[in-house]
């Protein structure tokens, strides 16, 4: 089916469909049709067409996320109907001027190596019929477009003077030559040099944290607190009778989650909550340190994972301490030489009040029927742990992008100044001092091909293990760690060779509309960059 909106456009669709009808009918009879059908479209004032058979559907000009290290002519990724898809201009493929988007621009979604490419027209026409021996070798006829490109041309059809009928699969072939074979490429699993945004630091002395903002302030959970970071769901389910500070429950993987609001707990004024805001999801225990639940505690937004020596913890001021209000808080951070404070929360101390675990537990019992209906719904058991996987979600030029969480060694903040060592290659951004060791930095987006953006306060840099080097990448932010399943990842399409190797894999998060080019920390500097890399440090 051809499927396009507005008068016009199911017209358009009637007509497809009778005709198909038509073909269908010829076909029931054995004998094999003499008439061909195609979709007709304009780019500037000339008449293509594609083979009927060989387009999915027509659609708007879907949103779409950009792809680094591939042609112009690619416009970007789109979520379509839980797909992705490859939104290529044409223009630009045929080498034809360029042209805004209007309200008349289409997406052919065309057939190509049993993929589809969604592919930019200024506006499309009609379906028409045309009989086998109207269509003329395209060679035989002078047009602004390659040979190689055309099946051929027919003329004067309803009212077109010439169409040149188009070969999408050679269109596309023709620069994006490694769309015609499957692509796999697996994610870098090395176990032996496993590390993980967890407290494994050979260092003992070594801690991370994840830090996270409230009303302007700063303040942070040990790490081994944090099961994961997940973004705030459009429906909360309100539990009456409980706490200001509960917001209700939330269906986590199919399993209820109990939602509690920093900012009420802590009495400070409330905030409208948006598409920033996050819910870190920490771990209750008892007191042998069992995990007894989990609790989701919606914050303003996650700043970064900050790895920090144990003396860089000091104790809460006896003052403080005498405020029970304060129990929660079990250290301050400093950092910045003591410009910057960061209040270090204990998740068991922050809900170890008896009218929390009161509210919780009603939370709970009344959305008992909920979940064992939940549960008579499973078909199988829980993932385990090898069928899960974490992405560190980072955003450059706008675009979100993840790597597995086993390549990065940790998140650290860009130095206001970074010293350039002579005689090292221009890809190295600089180097810093990291703790005693030298850290050879990168730009990510000068590695993609990006333009350099100003030092802001959201960059961070990725610290990645590259073969047993440390490497730095500077990102624009880093946005969130998210938990998923494994199937959640798949192979992305085929777009350029240096594309297919670095970022072979995309997340699709359908519910949400969002497409994350997933990396291979391992394709991002090749054999001799890496030993200039490992020279340097």
Do not use: W
């Not at 002519?73 to 042209?99: T, Y």
């Not at 997933?518 to 490992?534: C, F, G, N, P």
């Amino acid at each position: 089916m051809v499927a396009i909106n507005s008068s016009q456009n199911n017209a358009f669709e009637n007509q497809s469909n009778n005709q198909k009808h038509q073909s269908n009918a010829e076909s029931l009879t054995g004998e094999e049709s003499s008439i061909n059908q195609y979709v007709t479209f304009f780019i500037n004032d000339e008449s293509f067409a594609f083979p009927m058979e060989g387009v999915r559907e027509i659609v708007r000009m879907p949103e779409s996320v950009q792809v680094p290290l591939t042609s112009s002519s690619l416009i970007g990724l789109a979520n379509l109907r839980g797909s992705v898809l490859p939104i290529l201009d044409l223009r630009r493929l045929l080498q034809v001027d360029e042209k805004a988007i209007s309200d008349a621009t289409r997406v052919v979604v065309a057939e190509c190596h049993g993929k589809g490419v969604g592919l930019i027209v200024d506006r499309v026409s009609r379906v028409i019929s045309v009989e086998k021996t109207a269509i003329e070798d395209s060679n035989a006829i002078r047009t602004s477009i390659n040979a190689d490109m055309l099946m051929g041309v027919v003329k004067n059809v309803e009212g077109h003077a010439l169409i040149q009928l188009l070969n999408a699969e050679q269109i596309v072939s023709h620069e994006f030559s490694s769309m015609n074979a499957s692509v796999q490429v697996s994610e870098n699993g090395n176990q032996a040099n496993k590390t993980t945004l967890q407290d494994e630091s050979d260092d003992d002395d070594a801690k991370q944290l994840v830090s996270f903002i409230v009303d302007e302030q700063e303040y942070a959970f040990h790490i081994q607190q944090v099961e994961e970071i997940v973004r705030l769901p459009d429906d909360i389910s309100r539990v009456p009778n409980t706490d200001s500070h509960v917001l209700g429950i939330i269906n986590l993987r199919d399993s209820l989650l109990p939602l509690v609001n920093l900012r009420t707990m802590f009495h400070l004024a409330e905030a409208k909550l948006d598409e920033n805001h996050r819910i870190l999801v920490v771990n209750i225990n008892d007191a042998k340190g069992r995990k007894v639940h989990s609790v989701g505690i919606v914050v303003d937004n996650v700043k970064e994972v900050i790895r920090i020596t144990a003396d860089a913890i000091d104790d809460v001021p006896s003052m403080l301490n005498k405020n029970a209000d304060m129990s929660e808080i079990v250290g301050i951070c400093r950092l910045d030489d003591g410009k910057r404070l960061v209040s270090v929360l204990s998740s068991d101390m922050l809900f170890d009040d008896e009218s929390l675990q009161k509210a919780f537990a009603e939370t709970l019992k009344d959305s008992k029927n909920e979940e064992s209906d939940m549960q008579a719904e499973k078909f199988h058991d829980d993932l385990d742990d090898n069928d899960e996987t974490q992405l560190v979600v980072f955003q450059l030029a706008g675009q979100e992008f993840g790597i597995v969480i086993e390549s990065v060694q940790e998140i650290t903040r860009v130095p206001e100044e970074m010293n350039k060592v002579p005689k090292t290659a221009d890809f190295i951004e600089g180097m810093i001092n990291l703790r005693g060791s030298v850290l050879p930095v990168m730009d990510m987006r000068v590695r993609f091909g990006i333009e350099r953006m100003n030092r802001s306060e959201r960059q961070r840099i990725l610290v990645l293990d590259l073969n047993g080097t440390k490497t730095g990448f500077i990102t624009d932010a880093v946005a969130e760690v998210i938990r998923l399943s494994r199937d959640r990842i798949e192979d992305a399409p085929s777009l350029s060779e240096e594309q297919e190797k670095m970022i072979g894999k995309v997340v699709n998060l359908k519910e949400q509309q969002r497409v994350i080019q997933v990396l291979d920390a391992m394709q991002l500097l090749d054999q001799s960059e890496l030993k200039e890399i490992a020279n340097i440090a």
